[in-house]
């Protein structure tokens, strides 16, 4: 059995991806203008256990040049049985279809794009931030779709981070030119030159809703590794909140299957957003249906979204030593809980439910005391 570990590597560990600006080499012959990491996911690849099978100390290089995306694949290894896996073939679906194995010719279109790159679509906004290495960058916004100049062919370098880095991604069909995009890129201002890397960006589809609106979806929501927690992911949000905001035809904004970082920064930026437009304000149990679908039309969002938000808003004020203050507010949550779990609460008997229905209570106070510590 141990024979055979040392012939399996972990994918996950095996691909470096690596974002590269002005191709350089130290003297130790390391790229100082490049940042590396590694894939959350590559279980679309190489299946559930995502492990690669038949070499000695594998090591798989995906390059990008930091602003046009255009990529180069390597990979390397100690020893390689004769039944080891075809990694290129297995990965090359999805990897960028313009994807070179020629090193030199990479590197020649990276130091070309690093100076000659620049974003398509329209640009709608730009914001600085206060983080270290950011002194002289400024981050914009762009807004494209598939009918946009050069775009499609960038969104087919863009979509490989899509599988890397969200869970149960696919591309999307790239036909519909209903698809709306959000990127967002880093400009670099150094003497007297600028330069654009990538940062992230959002897909978001319209869909149709009696008799003249639509439901604006967010499909895909990216912010690269280098450029997390760095509050980009909330720009973005907020930059895509308020243009929906602003367009008559959209009635609401809804997001498709969030995973919890992005539910956890949907339900930041909401709650910052409802409480500065004043809606908890005096606020009492029980909020009616009626207030929450009133304030989820004002504000676009989710009967579901709004309710969650009260919620939050309810705990942060509650005393829990007054009794019927506290009984009020899991009345409020549970009474929520039943409607979106009652097909499947009502086939268990009433003692088995009411113990179901309350375990899930404990679990929802518990999530929200995390989420208000995050506020």
């Known amino acids: 059995m141990n024979s055979l570990k040392q012939w399996v590597t ?16 130290s003297e130790d012959g390391e790229d100082e203008n490049a940042i590396e990491f590694n894939p959350q996911f590559t279980y679309p690849m190489f299946g559930e256990q995502e492990q690669i099978y038949g070499y000695k100390d594998l090591f798989i290089n995906l ?34 279809q313009d994807i070179t194995d020629n090193h030199d010719l990479f590197t020649q279109i990276a130091k070309r794009d690093h100076v000659e790159f620049r974003p398509m679509g329209t640009k709608v906004a730009e914001y600085r931030i ?42 999307i069909e790239e036909t519909d030119n209903k698809w709306e995009v959000r990127l967002v890129f880093e400009r670099v201002s150094e003497n007297g030159q600028d330069t654009y890397n990538f940062v992230g960006y959002c897909t978001m589809y319209p869909y149709y809703y009696y008799p003249e609106f639509i439901r604006m979806r967010i499909s895909q929501f990216l912010i690269l590794p280098p450029y997390q927690n760095q509050g980009h992911g909330s720009r973005l949000y907020k930059s895509i909140y308020n243009d929906f905001s602003g367009r008559k035809e959209v009635l609401e904004m809804t997001v498709e299957d969030p995973n919890d ?31 929450i679908t009133r304030v989820a039309r004002e ?9 969650r938000c009260f919620e939050l808003a309810l705990l942060k004020n509650l005393d829990k030593r007054n009794k019927a203050q506290y009984k009020a507010f899991r009345l409020q949550v549970k009474q929520r ?39």
Do not use: W
């Open 10 to 25: 972990n994918s996950n560990e095996a691909v470096n991806i690596r974002l590269v600006k002005t191709p350089s080499e």
């Open 63 to 96: 390059e990008f040049a930091s602003g046009s995306l255009a990529s180069c694949f390597s990979l390397g290894y100690k020893d390689k049985k004769s039944t080891a896996d075809k990694i290129y073939a297995t990965m090359k679906d999805f990897l960028p």
């Open 261 to 291: 970082e992005f539910s956890d920064l949907r339900d930041k930026n909401d709650m910052r957003h409802l409480t500065e437009k004043g809606v908890f304000k005096d606020l009492q149990t029980p909020i009616s249906n009626e207030t």
């Open 299 to 307: 504000h676009k969002l989710t009967k579901r979204q709004v309710a």
């Open 337 to 375: 809980l039943y409607k979106h779990n009652a097909e499947a609460l009502t086939t268990l008997d009433k003692p088995e439910r009411i113990e179901k229905l309350h375990e899930t209570f404990l679990s929802v106070e518990e999530d929200y005391h995390r989420l208000l510590a995050l506020l």
């Open 130 to 171: 206060d983080h270290e290495g950011a002194a002289n960058s400024v981050f914009e916004f762009y807004q494209a779709d598939f009918d946009t100049p050069r775009f499609l062919e960038y969104h087919k370098r863009l979509q490989s981070f899509a599988i890397f880095f969200i869970e149960g991604a696919s591309f």
